[in-house]
Protein backbone atom coordinates (compact mmCIF):
# COMPACT_ATOMS: atom_id res chain seq x y z
CA UNK A 1 0.00 0.00 0.00
CA UNK A 2 1.51 3.07 -1.27
CA UNK A 3 0.46 4.91 2.44
CA UNK A 4 1.73 8.86 3.73
CA UNK A 5 2.71 8.97 7.23
CA UNK A 6 4.26 12.17 8.60
CA UNK A 7 5.62 10.55 12.06
CA UNK A 8 3.93 11.21 15.26
CA UNK A 9 6.68 14.02 16.06
CA UNK A 10 6.26 15.47 12.90
CA UNK A 11 2.26 15.73 13.28
CA UNK A 12 2.27 17.06 16.84
CA UNK A 13 5.00 19.52 16.42
CA UNK A 14 3.66 21.30 13.06
CA UNK A 15 2.40 24.74 14.68
CA UNK A 16 -0.65 26.36 12.51
CA UNK A 17 1.74 29.14 11.29
CA UNK A 18 4.01 26.44 10.08
CA UNK A 19 1.22 24.54 8.43
CA UNK A 20 0.62 27.58 6.14
CA UNK A 21 3.83 28.54 5.39
CA UNK A 22 4.28 24.67 4.77
CA UNK A 23 1.42 25.11 2.34
CA UNK A 24 2.58 28.01 0.58
CA UNK A 25 6.24 26.05 -0.36
CA UNK A 26 3.16 23.42 -1.66
CA UNK A 27 1.96 25.84 -3.56
CA UNK A 28 4.93 27.32 -5.54
CA UNK A 29 5.92 23.22 -6.32
CA UNK A 30 2.10 23.45 -7.98
CA UNK A 31 2.62 26.44 -9.75
CA UNK A 32 5.74 25.76 -11.09
CA UNK A 33 4.28 22.65 -12.87
CA UNK A 34 1.24 23.83 -13.63
CA UNK A 35 2.55 27.40 -15.38
CA UNK A 36 4.78 25.51 -17.36
CA UNK A 37 2.20 23.00 -19.08
CA UNK A 38 0.69 25.94 -20.44
CA UNK A 39 3.11 28.78 -20.90
CA UNK A 40 4.96 27.26 -23.86
CA UNK A 41 1.49 27.96 -26.02
CA UNK A 42 2.29 31.73 -26.20
CA UNK A 43 6.18 30.70 -27.59
CA UNK A 44 4.52 28.74 -30.06
CA UNK A 45 5.00 31.11 -32.96
CA UNK A 46 8.75 32.37 -32.14
CA UNK A 47 9.51 28.59 -31.06
CA UNK A 48 8.15 27.49 -34.59
CA UNK A 49 10.28 30.49 -36.67
CA UNK A 50 12.99 29.36 -35.13
CA UNK A 51 13.52 25.54 -34.79
CA UNK A 52 10.84 25.35 -37.72
CA UNK A 53 8.99 22.26 -36.59
CA UNK A 54 6.19 20.54 -38.35
CA UNK A 55 2.93 20.36 -37.02
CA UNK A 56 3.29 16.63 -35.22
CA UNK A 57 6.53 18.01 -34.32
CA UNK A 58 5.04 20.97 -32.50
CA UNK A 59 2.00 18.78 -30.98
CA UNK A 60 4.78 16.99 -29.45
CA UNK A 61 6.42 20.04 -27.83
CA UNK A 62 3.34 20.79 -26.72
CA UNK A 63 1.98 17.99 -24.98
CA UNK A 64 5.18 15.61 -24.45
CA UNK A 65 5.92 17.27 -20.76
CA UNK A 66 2.10 16.69 -19.49
CA UNK A 67 2.21 12.52 -21.16
CA UNK A 68 5.71 11.91 -19.61
CA UNK A 69 4.56 13.57 -16.13
CA UNK A 70 1.04 11.48 -16.18
CA UNK A 71 2.73 8.45 -17.10
CA UNK A 72 5.36 8.79 -14.08
CA UNK A 73 3.16 10.36 -11.32
CA UNK A 74 1.82 7.15 -9.38
CA UNK A 75 5.57 5.77 -9.61
CA UNK A 76 7.03 8.66 -8.64
CA UNK A 77 4.24 9.29 -5.78
CA UNK A 78 5.55 4.80 -5.10
CA UNK A 79 9.39 6.24 -4.90
CA UNK A 80 8.61 9.38 -2.69
CA UNK A 81 6.93 6.49 -0.01
CA UNK A 82 10.12 4.84 0.00
CA UNK A 83 12.79 7.54 -0.22
CA UNK A 84 10.56 10.69 2.05
CA UNK A 85 8.23 12.95 0.24
CA UNK A 86 10.02 16.37 1.09
CA UNK A 87 13.73 14.87 -0.36
CA UNK A 88 11.52 13.65 -3.45
CA UNK A 89 10.23 17.75 -3.97
CA UNK A 90 13.32 19.58 -3.05
CA UNK A 91 15.75 17.20 -5.65
CA UNK A 92 13.03 17.33 -8.20
CA UNK A 93 12.64 21.12 -7.97
CA UNK A 94 16.26 21.10 -8.48
CA UNK A 95 16.63 19.00 -11.72
CA UNK A 96 13.20 20.98 -12.98
CA UNK A 97 15.42 23.99 -12.81
CA UNK A 98 18.77 22.26 -14.51
CA UNK A 99 16.43 21.13 -17.29
CA UNK A 100 14.62 24.54 -17.66
CA UNK A 101 17.95 25.59 -18.87
CA UNK A 102 18.27 22.98 -21.93
CA UNK A 103 14.23 24.15 -22.81
CA UNK A 104 15.66 27.42 -23.27
CA UNK A 105 18.40 26.88 -25.50
CA UNK A 106 17.26 23.65 -27.62
CA UNK A 107 18.33 24.03 -30.79
CA UNK A 108 16.07 22.06 -33.20
CA UNK A 109 12.84 20.23 -32.86
CA UNK A 110 14.12 16.97 -31.93
CA UNK A 111 16.10 18.18 -29.00
CA UNK A 112 12.98 20.39 -27.77
CA UNK A 113 10.78 17.14 -27.39
CA UNK A 114 13.50 15.49 -25.41
CA UNK A 115 14.23 17.92 -23.56
CA UNK A 116 10.19 18.53 -22.68
CA UNK A 117 10.57 15.00 -21.79
CA UNK A 118 13.20 15.46 -19.18
CA UNK A 119 11.08 18.61 -17.72
CA UNK A 120 8.10 15.94 -17.03
CA UNK A 121 9.51 13.20 -15.46
CA UNK A 122 11.46 16.04 -12.73
CA UNK A 123 7.77 17.73 -13.10
CA UNK A 124 6.28 14.28 -11.93
CA UNK A 125 9.19 14.19 -8.48
CA UNK A 126 7.75 17.77 -7.57
CA UNK A 127 3.62 16.66 -7.68
CA UNK A 128 3.12 13.86 -5.84
CA UNK A 129 4.26 15.29 -2.46
CA UNK A 130 1.72 18.15 -2.36
CA UNK A 131 -1.67 16.57 -1.81
CA UNK A 132 -0.27 13.96 0.10
CA UNK A 133 1.73 16.59 2.79
CA UNK A 134 -1.77 18.37 2.78
CA UNK A 135 -3.68 15.63 3.71
CA UNK A 136 -1.56 15.13 6.67
CA UNK A 137 -0.65 18.40 7.85
CA UNK A 138 -4.68 19.82 8.11
CA UNK A 139 -6.43 17.19 9.67
CA UNK A 140 -9.52 19.32 10.58
CA UNK A 141 -11.42 18.76 7.23
CA UNK A 142 -12.26 22.22 7.06
CA UNK A 143 -9.16 23.92 7.58
CA UNK A 144 -8.14 21.16 4.99
CA UNK A 145 -10.55 22.05 2.30
CA UNK A 146 -9.17 25.46 2.06
CA UNK A 147 -5.93 24.06 1.93
CA UNK A 148 -7.14 22.14 -0.67
CA UNK A 149 -8.63 25.34 -2.38
CA UNK A 150 -6.00 27.30 -2.29
CA UNK A 151 -3.68 24.30 -4.03
CA UNK A 152 -6.11 23.58 -6.46
CA UNK A 153 -6.54 27.78 -7.18
CA UNK A 154 -2.51 27.41 -8.03
CA UNK A 155 -3.48 24.36 -9.94
CA UNK A 156 -5.83 26.33 -12.27
CA UNK A 157 -4.59 29.46 -11.85
CA UNK A 158 -0.84 28.13 -13.19
CA UNK A 159 -2.44 27.11 -16.02
CA UNK A 160 -3.81 31.00 -16.68
CA UNK A 161 -1.06 32.81 -15.41
CA UNK A 162 1.44 30.62 -17.93
CA UNK A 163 0.61 32.64 -20.72
CA UNK A 164 0.76 36.19 -18.59
CA UNK A 165 4.13 35.36 -17.80
CA UNK A 166 5.01 33.96 -20.81
CA UNK A 167 3.20 37.14 -22.91
CA UNK A 168 5.81 39.37 -20.70
CA UNK A 169 8.90 37.71 -21.27
CA UNK A 170 8.28 37.67 -24.97
CA UNK A 171 7.51 41.55 -25.17
CA UNK A 172 11.40 41.72 -24.10
CA UNK A 173 12.82 38.57 -24.52
CA UNK A 174 13.30 35.03 -26.95
CA UNK A 175 11.32 32.44 -26.16
CA UNK A 176 13.36 30.36 -24.22
CA UNK A 177 13.25 32.83 -21.51
CA UNK A 178 9.53 30.88 -21.04
CA UNK A 179 11.66 28.32 -19.21
CA UNK A 180 14.40 30.38 -17.46
CA UNK A 181 11.60 31.71 -15.42
CA UNK A 182 11.73 28.16 -13.76
CA UNK A 183 15.30 29.03 -11.85
CA UNK A 184 13.98 31.86 -9.40
CA UNK A 185 10.87 29.91 -8.85
CA UNK A 186 13.31 26.56 -7.74
CA UNK A 187 15.60 28.53 -5.70
CA UNK A 188 12.69 30.18 -3.42
CA UNK A 189 10.88 26.11 -3.28
CA UNK A 190 14.67 24.90 -2.21
CA UNK A 191 15.62 27.32 0.18
CA UNK A 192 12.29 27.57 1.95
CA UNK A 193 11.11 24.13 1.59
CA UNK A 194 14.21 22.57 3.26
CA UNK A 195 13.20 24.81 6.81
CA UNK A 196 9.66 24.56 6.70
CA UNK A 197 8.39 21.30 5.54
CA UNK A 198 8.22 18.19 7.85
CA UNK A 199 9.50 15.33 6.28
CA UNK A 200 6.55 12.61 5.18
CA UNK A 201 6.92 8.48 4.60
CA UNK A 202 5.91 5.50 5.11
CA UNK A 203 7.40 3.52 7.53
CA UNK A 204 6.54 -0.12 6.00
CA UNK A 205 7.35 0.71 2.09
CA UNK A 206 7.01 -2.48 0.29
CA UNK A 207 9.73 -2.75 -2.78
CA UNK A 208 9.45 -0.29 -5.54
CA UNK A 209 8.41 -2.34 -8.70
CA UNK A 210 10.47 -1.28 -11.96
CA UNK A 211 7.99 -3.64 -14.00
CA UNK A 212 4.82 -1.73 -12.53
CA UNK A 213 7.03 2.19 -13.34
CA UNK A 214 7.61 0.50 -16.96
CA UNK A 215 4.33 -0.89 -17.35
CA UNK A 216 2.46 2.55 -16.62
CA UNK A 217 4.60 4.68 -18.25
CA UNK A 218 4.68 2.85 -21.63
CA UNK A 219 0.63 2.11 -21.29
CA UNK A 220 0.13 5.90 -20.89
CA UNK A 221 2.48 7.32 -23.44
CA UNK A 222 1.45 4.58 -26.11
CA UNK A 223 -2.65 5.35 -25.90
CA UNK A 224 -2.09 8.88 -25.65
CA UNK A 225 0.02 8.79 -29.16
CA UNK A 226 -2.55 6.28 -30.73
CA UNK A 227 -5.28 8.89 -29.71
CA UNK A 228 -2.91 11.98 -31.27
CA UNK A 229 -1.61 10.52 -34.41
CA UNK A 230 -5.15 8.73 -35.44
CA UNK A 231 -6.86 12.52 -34.91
CA UNK A 232 -4.43 13.67 -37.23
CA UNK A 233 -3.39 11.44 -39.78
CA UNK A 234 -6.18 8.41 -39.09
CA UNK A 235 -5.60 4.76 -38.34
CA UNK A 236 -2.31 3.09 -39.82
CA UNK A 237 0.26 0.03 -38.78
CA UNK A 238 1.81 2.08 -36.27
CA UNK A 239 -1.20 4.11 -34.69
CA UNK A 240 -3.21 0.35 -33.86
CA UNK A 241 0.65 -1.27 -33.04
CA UNK A 242 0.79 1.45 -30.34
CA UNK A 243 -2.84 1.16 -29.35
CA UNK A 244 -2.15 -2.71 -28.55
CA UNK A 245 1.13 -1.82 -26.80
CA UNK A 246 -0.38 0.55 -24.58
CA UNK A 247 -3.81 -1.22 -23.61
CA UNK A 248 -2.05 -4.50 -23.30
CA UNK A 249 0.50 -2.36 -20.45
CA UNK A 250 -2.17 -0.74 -18.90
CA UNK A 251 -4.08 -4.09 -18.64
CA UNK A 252 -1.05 -5.95 -17.63
CA UNK A 253 0.22 -2.97 -14.88
CA UNK A 254 -3.80 -3.11 -13.10
CA UNK A 255 -3.53 -6.76 -13.01
CA UNK A 256 0.15 -7.11 -11.49
CA UNK A 257 -1.50 -4.37 -8.66
CA UNK A 258 -4.26 -6.65 -7.95
CA UNK A 259 -1.44 -9.26 -6.94
CA UNK A 260 1.52 -7.30 -5.14
CA UNK A 261 1.32 -6.89 -1.91
CA UNK A 262 2.40 -3.44 -1.67
CA UNK A 263 0.91 -2.04 -5.26
CA UNK A 264 2.14 1.42 -6.99
CA UNK A 265 -1.32 2.07 -6.78
CA UNK A 266 -4.61 0.49 -5.35
CA UNK A 267 -6.48 -0.26 -8.15
CA UNK A 268 -9.41 -1.55 -5.98
CA UNK A 269 -9.83 2.30 -4.58
CA UNK A 270 -11.60 2.67 -8.17
CA UNK A 271 -14.55 0.25 -6.58
CA UNK A 272 -15.76 3.58 -4.50
CA UNK A 273 -18.34 5.13 -6.69
CA UNK A 274 -17.87 8.34 -5.29
CA UNK A 275 -13.89 7.82 -5.79
CA UNK A 276 -14.20 7.36 -9.29
CA UNK A 277 -16.69 10.00 -10.48
CA UNK A 278 -14.48 12.33 -8.73
CA UNK A 279 -11.47 11.32 -10.80
CA UNK A 280 -13.28 11.72 -13.98
CA UNK A 281 -14.85 14.89 -13.16
CA UNK A 282 -11.23 16.09 -12.53
CA UNK A 283 -9.94 14.73 -15.27
CA UNK A 284 -12.40 16.10 -18.13
CA UNK A 285 -12.35 19.78 -16.26
CA UNK A 286 -8.25 20.27 -16.61
CA UNK A 287 -9.02 19.02 -20.50
CA UNK A 288 -11.38 21.38 -21.53
CA UNK A 289 -9.59 24.60 -19.53
CA UNK A 290 -6.08 23.40 -20.94
CA UNK A 291 -7.12 22.50 -24.20
CA UNK A 292 -9.01 26.13 -24.58
CA UNK A 293 -5.64 28.09 -22.60
CA UNK A 294 -3.17 26.55 -25.51
CA UNK A 295 -5.34 26.87 -28.72
CA UNK A 296 -6.37 30.62 -27.60
CA UNK A 297 -3.24 31.70 -26.97
CA UNK A 298 -2.74 30.45 -31.13
CA UNK A 299 -5.69 32.13 -32.34
CA UNK A 300 -5.19 35.68 -30.22
CA UNK A 301 -1.76 36.03 -32.22
CA UNK A 302 -2.25 34.43 -35.47
CA UNK A 303 -5.47 34.82 -36.48
CA UNK A 304 -6.29 37.86 -34.34
CA UNK A 305 -2.86 39.38 -34.80
CA UNK A 306 -2.59 40.78 -31.32
CA UNK A 307 0.77 40.29 -29.21
CA UNK A 308 2.02 37.92 -26.80
CA UNK A 309 1.27 40.18 -23.45
CA UNK A 310 -2.10 41.14 -25.09
CA UNK A 311 -3.01 37.59 -25.71
CA UNK A 312 -1.74 36.82 -22.00
CA UNK A 313 -3.98 39.54 -20.33
CA UNK A 314 -7.26 38.60 -22.25
CA UNK A 315 -6.34 35.08 -20.91
CA UNK A 316 -6.08 36.47 -17.19
CA UNK A 317 -9.48 36.38 -16.43
CA UNK A 318 -9.10 32.55 -16.52
CA UNK A 319 -7.00 32.84 -13.40
CA UNK A 320 -9.26 35.33 -11.30
CA UNK A 321 -12.30 32.83 -12.01
CA UNK A 322 -10.17 30.32 -10.86
CA UNK A 323 -8.68 31.32 -7.65
CA UNK A 324 -11.99 33.09 -6.54
CA UNK A 325 -13.78 29.91 -6.91
CA UNK A 326 -11.01 27.29 -4.92
CA UNK A 327 -11.19 29.60 -2.90
CA UNK A 328 -15.39 29.31 -2.22
CA UNK A 329 -15.40 25.74 -3.38
CA UNK A 330 -15.17 23.77 0.16
CA UNK A 331 -18.18 26.05 1.65
CA UNK A 332 -20.56 25.45 -1.18
CA UNK A 333 -20.32 22.17 -1.57
CA UNK A 334 -21.00 22.20 2.27
CA UNK A 335 -23.76 24.53 1.72
CA UNK A 336 -25.01 22.88 -1.40
CA UNK A 337 -23.90 19.18 -2.02
CA UNK A 338 -21.07 18.00 -4.00
CA UNK A 339 -22.51 17.11 -6.74
CA UNK A 340 -24.09 20.50 -7.29
CA UNK A 341 -21.16 22.22 -6.80
CA UNK A 342 -18.81 19.89 -9.22
CA UNK A 343 -22.04 19.40 -11.94
CA UNK A 344 -22.25 23.72 -11.36
CA UNK A 345 -18.36 23.65 -12.46
CA UNK A 346 -18.41 21.46 -15.55
CA UNK A 347 -21.26 23.04 -16.68
CA UNK A 348 -19.82 26.47 -16.14
CA UNK A 349 -15.81 25.06 -18.28
CA UNK A 350 -18.71 23.29 -21.10
CA UNK A 351 -20.22 26.84 -21.49
CA UNK A 352 -17.31 28.99 -21.90
CA UNK A 353 -15.93 26.08 -24.83
CA UNK A 354 -19.19 26.81 -26.45
CA UNK A 355 -18.74 30.09 -26.10
CA UNK A 356 -15.60 29.85 -28.13
CA UNK A 357 -17.58 28.81 -31.67
CA UNK A 358 -18.56 32.33 -31.32
CA UNK A 359 -15.20 33.90 -31.61
CA UNK A 360 -14.18 35.48 -34.75
CA UNK A 361 -11.05 37.42 -35.82
CA UNK A 362 -13.10 40.55 -34.81
CA UNK A 363 -14.17 39.41 -31.66
CA UNK A 364 -13.17 41.96 -29.10
CA UNK A 365 -11.52 40.91 -25.78
CA UNK A 366 -14.35 42.03 -22.96
CA UNK A 367 -16.26 39.26 -24.91
CA UNK A 368 -13.27 36.38 -24.48
CA UNK A 369 -12.17 37.46 -20.90
CA UNK A 370 -16.10 36.69 -20.22
CA UNK A 371 -15.94 33.32 -21.61
CA UNK A 372 -12.70 32.75 -20.20
CA UNK A 373 -13.89 33.79 -16.27
CA UNK A 374 -16.70 31.91 -16.71
CA UNK A 375 -13.94 28.50 -17.75
CA UNK A 376 -12.03 29.74 -15.15
CA UNK A 377 -14.51 29.91 -12.69
CA UNK A 378 -15.75 26.69 -13.22
CA UNK A 379 -12.74 24.78 -12.98
CA UNK A 380 -11.47 25.88 -10.16
CA UNK A 381 -14.93 24.80 -8.28
CA UNK A 382 -15.05 21.66 -10.03
CA UNK A 383 -11.11 20.86 -9.60
CA UNK A 384 -11.23 21.99 -5.97
CA UNK A 385 -14.01 20.07 -4.97
CA UNK A 386 -13.25 16.84 -6.52
CA UNK A 387 -9.50 16.90 -5.17
CA UNK A 388 -11.36 17.42 -1.79
CA UNK A 389 -13.43 14.24 -2.56
CA UNK A 390 -10.53 12.17 -3.66
CA UNK A 391 -9.07 13.07 -0.21
CA UNK A 392 -11.94 12.75 1.81
CA UNK A 393 -13.21 9.32 0.54
CA UNK A 394 -9.84 6.99 1.32
CA UNK A 395 -8.54 6.40 5.01
CA UNK A 396 -5.60 8.60 5.64
CA UNK A 397 -3.13 5.54 5.24
CA UNK A 398 -3.71 5.62 1.56
CA UNK A 399 -3.26 9.43 0.65
CA UNK A 400 -0.05 8.60 -1.38
CA UNK A 401 -2.06 6.67 -3.54
CA UNK A 402 -4.99 8.87 -3.90
CA UNK A 403 -2.76 12.24 -3.83
CA UNK A 404 -1.24 10.27 -7.13
CA UNK A 405 -4.51 9.51 -8.90
CA UNK A 406 -5.47 13.10 -8.75
CA UNK A 407 -2.39 14.35 -10.34
CA UNK A 408 -2.39 11.91 -12.95
CA UNK A 409 -5.58 12.90 -13.79
CA UNK A 410 -5.12 16.49 -13.97
CA UNK A 411 -1.79 15.90 -16.06
CA UNK A 412 -3.82 12.99 -18.62
CA UNK A 413 -6.53 16.29 -18.03
CA UNK A 414 -4.07 18.82 -19.67
CA UNK A 415 -1.97 16.60 -22.03
CA UNK A 416 -5.16 15.28 -23.98
CA UNK A 417 -6.64 18.25 -23.72
CA UNK A 418 -4.07 20.11 -26.05
CA UNK A 419 -3.89 16.22 -28.28
CA UNK A 420 -7.59 15.22 -28.23
CA UNK A 421 -8.25 18.98 -29.17
CA UNK A 422 -5.14 20.05 -30.66
CA UNK A 423 -5.77 16.54 -33.18
CA UNK A 424 -9.01 18.03 -34.09
CA UNK A 425 -8.08 21.51 -35.03
CA UNK A 426 -5.13 20.30 -37.19
CA UNK A 427 -7.44 17.92 -38.68
CA UNK A 428 -9.56 20.54 -40.03
CA UNK A 429 -6.79 23.25 -40.69
CA UNK A 430 -4.99 20.69 -42.93
CA UNK A 431 -7.71 20.55 -45.37
CA UNK A 432 -7.90 24.02 -46.40
CA UNK A 433 -7.57 25.11 -49.89
CA UNK A 434 -4.65 26.99 -51.12
CA UNK A 435 -4.97 30.19 -53.59
CA UNK A 436 -4.01 29.24 -56.82
CA UNK A 437 -0.48 30.41 -58.27
CA UNK A 438 1.05 29.21 -54.57
CA UNK A 439 4.16 27.38 -54.84
CA UNK A 440 4.14 23.56 -53.66
CA UNK A 441 6.59 24.07 -51.29
CA UNK A 442 4.90 27.53 -49.30
CA UNK A 443 1.17 25.59 -50.04
CA UNK A 444 3.36 22.46 -47.51
CA UNK A 445 4.54 24.32 -45.59
CA UNK A 446 1.09 26.86 -44.60
CA UNK A 447 -0.72 23.31 -44.86
CA UNK A 448 1.53 21.86 -41.71
CA UNK A 449 0.92 24.48 -39.15
CA UNK A 450 -0.62 27.90 -39.14
CA UNK A 451 3.02 29.11 -38.08
CA UNK A 452 4.83 27.61 -40.94
CA UNK A 453 1.59 29.48 -42.83
CA UNK A 454 2.93 32.95 -41.42
CA UNK A 455 6.39 32.12 -42.49
CA UNK A 456 5.62 31.06 -45.66
CA UNK A 457 4.35 34.00 -46.50
CA UNK A 458 7.16 36.32 -46.16
CA UNK A 459 8.73 34.76 -49.84
CA UNK A 460 5.56 35.44 -51.57
CA UNK A 461 4.71 38.34 -53.14
CA UNK A 462 2.04 40.81 -51.26
CA UNK A 463 -1.20 40.31 -52.51
CA UNK A 464 -0.25 36.44 -52.80
CA UNK A 465 1.04 35.85 -49.22
CA UNK A 466 -2.03 38.53 -47.78
CA UNK A 467 -4.34 35.90 -49.67
CA UNK A 468 -2.68 32.36 -48.35
CA UNK A 469 -2.61 33.48 -44.96
CA UNK A 470 -6.29 34.53 -44.45
CA UNK A 471 -7.21 31.27 -45.88
CA UNK A 472 -5.01 29.58 -42.99
CA UNK A 473 -6.62 31.83 -40.94
CA UNK A 474 -9.79 30.97 -41.69
CA UNK A 475 -8.97 27.08 -41.41
CA UNK A 476 -7.48 27.34 -38.31
CA UNK A 477 -10.87 29.36 -36.93
CA UNK A 478 -13.00 26.72 -38.03
CA UNK A 479 -10.98 23.98 -36.39
CA UNK A 480 -10.96 25.63 -33.15
CA UNK A 481 -14.51 26.22 -33.65
CA UNK A 482 -14.95 22.29 -34.16
CA UNK A 483 -12.82 21.87 -31.39
CA UNK A 484 -14.32 24.14 -29.10
CA UNK A 485 -18.07 22.64 -29.70
CA UNK A 486 -16.93 18.74 -29.11
CA UNK A 487 -15.06 20.06 -25.69
CA UNK A 488 -18.60 21.94 -24.73
CA UNK A 489 -20.60 18.75 -25.59
CA UNK A 490 -18.37 16.46 -23.75
CA UNK A 491 -17.93 19.02 -20.30
CA UNK A 492 -21.88 19.45 -20.41
CA UNK A 493 -22.31 15.12 -20.65
CA UNK A 494 -19.58 15.12 -18.11
CA UNK A 495 -22.20 17.37 -15.49
CA UNK A 496 -24.87 14.90 -16.18
CA UNK A 497 -22.76 12.20 -15.33
CA UNK A 498 -21.20 13.57 -12.04
CA UNK A 499 -24.77 14.57 -10.74
CA UNK A 500 -25.29 10.60 -10.26
CA UNK A 501 -21.86 9.69 -9.59
CA UNK A 502 -21.48 11.74 -7.05
CA UNK A 503 -24.77 11.34 -5.22
CA UNK A 504 -25.06 11.21 -1.54
CA UNK A 505 -21.39 12.13 -1.56
CA UNK A 506 -20.31 14.53 1.47
CA UNK A 507 -17.46 16.83 2.32
CA UNK A 508 -16.04 15.45 6.30
CA UNK A 509 -16.84 18.05 8.77
CA UNK A 510 -15.48 16.34 12.04
CA UNK A 511 -11.62 17.17 13.37
CA UNK A 512 -9.09 14.34 12.72
CA UNK A 513 -7.12 12.93 15.36
CA UNK A 514 -3.77 11.47 14.31
Known sequence: MTGTHLTTKDQETVPSASRWLALSVLVLAVLLV????????????????????????????????????????????????????????????????????????????????????????????????????????????????????????????????????????????????????NLPVMAVLVVVGIKLLPESRNPNPGPWDLISVALSLIGMVAVV???KETAVHGPGPVTIAAAVIGVGALFWFVR?????????????????????????????????????????????????GRSPLEAGLIELPAAIGAVGAGLMAGRLARRASVRSAVSAGLTAVGLALGACVLLTAETGPVAMGLALFLGG?????????????????????????????????????????????????????????????????????????????TEAIKALPADQGAALLSSAQNAFAEGFHVAAAVGSVVLLVTAVAAWFLLKGQRLEDGIEHP
Not at 170 to 176: D, K, P
Not at 261 to 275: A, T
Not at 433 to 445: K, L, R
Open 34 to 181: AVDATVLGLATPFLSEDLKPSGTQLLWIGDVYSFVIAGLLISMGSLGDRIGRKKLLLVGAVAFGAVSVINAYATSPEMMIVARALLGVAGATLMPSTLALIRNLFHDPRERSVAVGIWGAAASAGAAVGPVVGGALLEHFWWGSVFLI
Open 225 to 227: YAV
Open 256 to 304: RQLTLPSPLLDVRLFHNRGFSGAVLADLLTILGLSGLVFFLSQFLQLVQ
Open 377 to 453: LGSGLAFTVTADVILSSVPKEQAGAASAVSETAYELGAALGIALLGSLVTGVYRDFTVPAGVPADAAAAAQDSLGGA
